[in-house]
C-alpha cells in the first residue's frame, strides 16, 4: 500500500495511479472541469487568460486538460497551445498534424525494416559452426 500526502491539501491518502491528489481533491478539479466547459460553451471566443480568471482556474491546468485532448476548442478561438516538438500553435493535444504525420512515418519505418530484414539468406552456408584460431 502506497500512502503518499495530496500535492493540493496534504492530507495522506492511498495513492494508486496517476497524479499524486486525494479523492476529494479530485472530485473538486472534476467540478472545476465541469465549469470550465459549461463557460467556454457560453463564451466561445474566451482566451485562456479569460478562462482563467473567470473560473478560478490556473492556465496550467487549462493546458493540461488541452493536452489531454478533454477540452477542444473551435479553429475560430484564440486559444492555442504550442506543439510539444515544432511550436506551431494547435487547438488541442500535444502534437500538430504534421509532426504526427511524421512520428508515424517513422515508427512505421522501423517496423519495416525487420520484416525486410528476415528474407535475406545467411552471409555463411557452413552454418553456425564455432570456430577455434590456432595459437
Known amino acids: 500500500m502506497d500512502v503518499r500526502p495530496c500535492r493540493n491539501c496534504k492530507r495522506l491518502f492511498n495513492y494508486l495511479s496517476g497524479a499524486p491528489i486525494c ?19 457560453e463564451h466561445p471566443s474566451a482566451s485562456i487568460k479569460d478562462i482563467s480568471e473567470e473560473v478560478d482556474v490556473t492556465t496550467k491546468q487549462l493546458k ?5 485532448e478533454r477540452l477542444k476548442f473551435a479553429d ?15 487547438k488541442f493535444g500535444k ?4 509532426c504526427k ?3 508515424i512515418s ?4 522501423a517496423v519495416e525494416r ?3 530484414d528476415e528474407g535475406r539468406k545467411p552471409l555463411s552456408s557452413n552454418g553456425n559452426k ?5 595459437s
Open 23 to 41: 479523492p476529494s481533491c479530485q472530485d473538486k478539479l472534476e467540478e472545476k472541469f465541469r465549469e470550465v466547459k459549461a463557460y467556454i460553451n
Open 64 to 68: 493540461t486538460w488541452i493536452r489531454e
Open 101 to 103: 504525420g511524421k512520428m
Open 106 to 109: 517513422n515508427l512505421s519505418k
Open 130 to 134: 564455432m570456430r577455434f584460431l590456432d
Open 76 to 90: 475560430d478561438s484564440p486559444v492555442g497551445i504550442e506543439c510539444m516538438n515544432c511550436g506551431k500553435t494547435i
Open 95 to 98: 502534437y500538430c498534424e504534421a
Open 114 to 116: 525487420p520484416q525486410q
